[in-house]
């Protein structure tokens, strides 16, 4: 009888408590929250970030040790607070109910003193806390329903933002993010409609013609309508889908360049904004190869634009890449300059072509300051013998103004908005005409 005792407490201990750390376990939560009876109750998710650096730096062991002084603290926190009970709910995160509190601010102040829990003895001073919160008025709770919303608000924590509340919007949001990574994967995976292109010209002021066209990428959902391109690139870039995409977006461009071929149009090139990810994918070159000849074009007519974040990048890579893509006939541009990491002696060792003026300098060039700065900037270009590209001209006066400045080409809704490719077409014909007539 003795033996058979043993056997079942072993059993019960491993079915209710974990094992490492002795705390109560998921199953323990999800039985206790269905006796709990409380008019307000708080769940708590306790996340320790970067635990698989400290289980890769220090071993297994040590991980496993911190983990014990963790559950550890969280158990004398129990003691001396009323009311609240450690849970273990996976291998690096931890569950506390707290109940009888009604007031988020006390449970926010208690929240923000577990941040400072790799200040105990025993845990490894790199650890730092992210925090999910959840309140539920009684007198039952719901234990599926109250950690689902707690990992939820866990997910909208930042550096910036440890500790996050949980509220209906943060939900509604997390939806839409799926609901827009899955529809970027049917997009990648052929569905066609949703992830397009449209395309705005960019002009030699001095003549009036289009020298080039840049690619700029537009998604049509068909749950959620049209989605923002800083919204779904950014979905993209954190889901890992950036490179995909971004070979999708290639792939759509050079299919525009076949349109400007079959109308006799060998002149005007097509721009296309690449990610630092992009570039410093091994197969890059080859796979830009590798579609020209697929889509039998000549890579003369392709140009890469850049955002100056690429110089946070290997920039000895980087210009290994560009120069590379310089070889092979395509023209490089730094997009939005002006508002990263560019320096002067970046930019002279770098191989590129243009500097695009980012727009917020266009649009105050009435300023006499930002005058002199606009000037600054294109006279520098030019004599590190880059051309500029102004972007986001929208009036004859910024126009005048960039000529003035000795501003080498131009782009901006004062003489297109971005369009779909038949309506570039349409105004590349429009301004053949214009040439024609006397």
Known sequence: LFTVYKKNRRILHLAYLDEL??????????????ELRCQHLALVVLNPLNFKLINILYGYEHGNNVLMQIAAYLRNVSRQTENLRPFRLSDDRFLLIIKNEPSLERLLTLCKEFLN?????????SIAISIGLVQSTGPSHDATRLLKEALIALNSTS????????????????????????EIKQALGGEDGIISLVFQPIYDGD????????????????????????????????????????????????DFITQLRMRGIYEVSVAVNVSALQLMEDSFISHIVNLSKEKQIPLTQLEVELTESVFAQDLQFIATQLEELRAL???????????????????????IDYLKLDRSFVEKLQNSGEHGFVSDIISLAHHIDKLVIAEGVETEEQEEELQKLGCDYMQGYLYSRPVPAEQALDLLLAAENNDEQP
């Open 329 to 351: 006939g395509i023209l490089v541009a730094i997009d939005d300059f002006g508002t990263g990491y560019s320096s002067l002696s970046r930019l002279e060792n770098l191989p």
């Open 21 to 34: 750390t002795g705390l109560p376990n998921l199953r323990n939560f999800q039985a206790h929250l269905e």
């Open 207 to 254: 003549v009036g013609q289009i020298v080039s066209f840049e690619a700029l990428a537009r998604m049509n959902s068909k749950k959620l309508g049209v989605i923002h391109p800083l919204e779904f690139i950014a979905i993209a870039e954190k889901r890992q889908l950036i490179i995909a995409l971004g070979q999708k977006i290639l792939s759509l461009a050079c």
């Open 159 to 182: 550096a910036a933002h440890p500790i996050q509340a949980y509220n209906t919007e943060l939900e509604e949001k997390l939806i839409r993010v799926d609901a827009i990574e899955q």
């Open 117 to 125: 829990i790799n200040d105990e003895p025993g845990i490894c001073g």
